[in-house]
């Protein structure tokens, strides 16, 4: 069975707190609060105004220049602010409050549980539904779609890869939607095909989900769909886009300013494909997508198909509620995810699910020596040298770093996971990286020609 | 709700693996030799570990708690460990003064001069070894007679290594089932050539170690014996010299259990695998033409010294730097 060439690890999935539970769709919130950046790329740019009346699924933020995505109104009511509002981490980000009054839809959205499978769109009217849509990848990493499916000059599309590997423990969300909503992600891997102008279709699937695994392939065979699934051997990160190309294709991305489109890849998210399909097919733009609330200690892990800026305390509360004494809440994985500590937070694109840790599990282990062990080096999928580049960056020796490839990182966490003596390896990493991308950009900024 | 909230960047998971909890399957790992050693050379043995253990751990936690004034490392079992491999590197009949003295040199000079566990450049039980070969040459090479051994008197307290660089006996004569099972003189824990492989065994199942430097070690050696076999005219030699140097002395113990200490080895499995064959290599020539019978303690302590230089200079294959097309 395939998977990627380097390094990995192998946490417990926990993925059968919610695995075996169907999407729910969780009641409608009374107020959204909708962050203009949800997104990588600039925020998206308001285009409504306190006490303006908004119905759901309409445009209320247009994405700033080609790097940016569209944002619409999860509910219908009024805007009753365009303010700075704290986000999860506490941080004062722009948002649009919306007060909920019904659920009044834009009449061009069709709303029927009908499956249109024929699209007699070209590739650019596809994509620039995609656009309209407002989709980004809502695997977490944020990067709007259109942008992905506009293939540079010069370069072309070979394989086009639906990413339903989900390696994040606990995360069910892609599961469900696979299981739940089959043939529609297999229309939108038809319509993205067709956007991309490929032949070669393959959805990746861990193969600890045998269940979806047969469940697209019956559909696939009953429906003739030209898509193939690939199992592939349970291993994190192989979600991360430059694993899961390598582990499918062979091929392994360059580094940056390497894409998977230098390799001839194109990677989509499950989730998102299904987002796709409602856009072009449905001209529903993204504002709802499936959340799992999940956590060994949480009473009622659940999938809920949720609206964005639904409150994350909602979807707590949903899940049990928090339990008692020492918790952390992390939006999205264990791995990757990030703590929180503003539950009042709204769920946003990239939110695939809302991990709550307790007592001891929400603490970091105990911090020793580092003894040289290696398994960091073993575990890196990017064949780095996390103890070495972690110190060096402790230490600010910001060349070296460079050198040592730290830009190369892809923030995994494999290490750390690994470290016996309970190292924050990871932590130094990262400022090393985002310290080295500062001075990589001054130095091209310098370089430039002067006008 | 009386919630505190924690927050920290990910990874928000960590492995069940502690430095702890590796010493802890190394010692388990040690067992199985220390039980046959037991079994061949009596309970004396056990008082021998005991001495190298307790002495070990008591100069950690003396010197951490008076000379480097830290926080006491002894619950991370490492002095554990060296104690006993220590003790698995003297014969069994050794005066306890002396194991005391070798722990005194392992753990104070090798180890925490440098500040402790992961920061000694050699291994910490091979240099208090070298130390007493050296200071005390006639009781670190005075070896008992298996207690329960019927089968085989050639060496009379000679190891099977120095009687063959004696020339006493010939490869061929030795009874090589003997030394499978860890019946013939030799260091208390070196002998038990197979429960040895079971502890390599366990330790590679619980991913303690990879394979990476046992199998460079004697993977180099076996060929080198193989190749010396070559010249002298091969035969049923062939066979038998790789497996008698893969069964005599230290090798064994050496490869699985002093040459994959984590702190004194290289990063990289590449470098893991140069790391191992230099000690295979520097082990055969020491043992064929040096002037010592067994030369694994000194070829792991010079290649601990290149170590430093294997992690310079041999980096990962790093994703997408050679196919990028």
């Known amino acids: 069975m395939k998977t990627f060439p380097l390094g990995g690890v192998h946490p417990s999935d926990n993925k059968k707190w919610s695995n075996a539970k169907a999407i729910e769709v969780l009641e409608l919130p009374d107020v959204v609060n909708i962050p203009l950046g949800q997104h990588i790329g600039a925020p998206a740019t308001a285009k409504v105004a306190k006490g303006d009346k908004v119905l759901t699924g ?41 007060k909920r009054e019904g659920d009044e839809w834009m009449p061009e959205i069709d709303r029927s549980s009908d499956i249109k499978r024929e699209c007699t769109l070209d590739s650019a009217a596809i994509i620039a539904k995609i656009k309209d849509a407002g989709i980004v990848g809502m695997g977490g990493a944020t990067f709007p779609t259109h942008v992905k499916l506009s293939i540079p000059n010069g370069c072309k599309a070979e394989y086009l890869i639906i990413n339903g590997v989900e390696c994040e423990p606990y995360l069910t969300s892609d599961h469900r939607t696979m299981l739940e909503r089959g043939e529609e992600l297999l229309i939108g891997v038809e319509i993205l095909k067709k956007a991309l102008n490929v032949e070669n279709a393959i959805i990746g699937i861990e193969n600890n989900k045998p269940d979806a695994i047969a469940h697209l392939n019956k559909l696939i065979k009953e429906k003739q769909f030209a898509v193939k699934v690939e199992p592939l051997k349970v291993q994190y990160p192989q979600g991360g886009e430059k694993q899961l190309i390598a582990a499918v294709t062979g091929r392994e991305v360059p580094p940056p300013p390497g894409l998977p489109i230098h390799v001839g890849a194109v990677v989509c998210n499950a989730s998102t494909t299904v987002a796709i399909y409602e856009a072009v097919q449905k001209n529903k733009p993204l504002i709802e997508r499936v959340v799992t609330i999940t956590g060994k200690e949480m009473k009622e892990p659940r999938n809920l198909l949720t609206r964005m800026g639904t409150p994350i305390s909602k979807l707590v509360e ?10 952390k809440v992390v939006n999205g994985g264990p791995m990757m995810g990030r703590a929180m500590v503003n539950l009042d937070s709204p769920v946003t694109k990239g939110c695939s699910g809302v991990t709550v840790f307790s007592g001891k599990e929400s603490h970091r282990v105990d ?16 064949g780095l040298e996390p103890y070495l580049i972690s110190k060096m960056s402790k230490k600010q020796m910001w060349e070296s770093v ?12 494999c290490c750390q996971y690994t470290c016996p003596a309970g190292l924050p390896l990871l932590d130094y990493i990262r400022l090393g990286k985002q310290t080295v991308m500062g001075i990589i950009r001054a130095r091209a900024a310098a370089n430039a020609p002067k006008k | 709700m009386a919630n505190k909230f924690f927050v920290a960047p990910s990874p928000h998971v960590h492995s069940a693996q502690s430095t702890q909890s590796l010493m802890r399957d190394v010692l388990i790992a040690l067992v199985p030799a220390l039980a046959v050693s037991v079994w061949v050379y009596g309970l004396n043995v056990l008082l021998v570990t005991a001495v190298a253990v307790i002495s070990c751990v008591l100069f950690e936690f003396l010197i951490q708690k008076y000379l480097i004034k830290g926080q006491s490392t002894i619950y991370n079992l490492s002095a554990v460990v060296t104690g006993v491999l220590l003790a698995f590197n003297v014969p069994s009949n050794i ?28 291994n910490p039980a091979l240099v208090g070894r070298v130390f007493l070969l050296i200071a005390y040459p ?23 290594l120095a009687a063959v660089k004696a020339n006493l006996v010939e490869v061929g004569d030795i009874n090589l089932l003997n030394m499978l099972s860890g019946m013939m003189p030799g260091s ?20 303690v170690i990879t394979w990476h430097i046992p199998v460079a070690v004697l993977g180099s050696m076996a060929l080198f014996a193989a190749v010396v076999a070559f ?6 030699l062939f066979y038998e010299l790789p497996a008698f140097h893969l069964m005599a002395g230290g090798a064994l113990l050496g490869a699985i259990f002093m040459a994959t200490d984590y702190v004194t080895s290289p990063m990289t499995h590449k470098g893991m695998i140069i790391y191992g064959v230099g000690i295979g290599v520097i082990t055969m020539i020491i043992r064929l033409w040096g002037a010592y019978p067994e030369g694994m303690s000194f070829a792991i302590l010079l290649m601990n010294a290149v170590t430093p230089l294997i992690n310079k200079y041999v980096k990962p294959k790093r994703f997408g730097l050679t196919s990028g097309k």
């Open chain 2, 138 to 160: 006639v009781q670190m090479t005075s070896f008992p007679q298996p207690t329960s051994n019927q089968f085989v008197d050639a060496f009379s307290g000679a190891t099977p």
């Open chain 1, 318 to 327: 949903m899940g049990g509620g928090l339990p008692e004494g020492d918790v």
């Open chain 1, 58 to 98: 309409q445009l209320i933020a247009e994405a700033t220049g080609f790097m940016s995505a569209n944002i619409h109104s999860p509910i219908s009511g009024t805007v009753t602010a365009v303010d700075m509002q704290p986000n999860g981490q506490g941080l004062r980000q722009m948002m649009i409050t919306i």
């Open chain 2, 188 to 207: 208390l824990g070196e002998i038990a050539s197979l429960a040895l492989i079971l502890g390599g065994l366990y330790m590679l199942w619980r991913k």
């Open chain 2, 95 to 122: 005066p306890l003064w002396i194991v005391v003295i070798g722990a005194a040199v392992a753990i104070g000079v090798a180890k925490m001069t440098f500040g402790g566990l992961g920061r000694n450049p050699f």
């Open chain 1, 402 to 413: 460079e050198a040592e490839r730290i830009t190369d990182c892809i923030e995994c966490g």
């Open chain 1, 367 to 382: 911090m020793e020596c580092c003894i040289k062990c290696a398994k960091c080096v073993s575990a890196c999928p990017m």
């Open chain 2, 231 to 236: 010249m002298k005219g091969g035969g049923s």
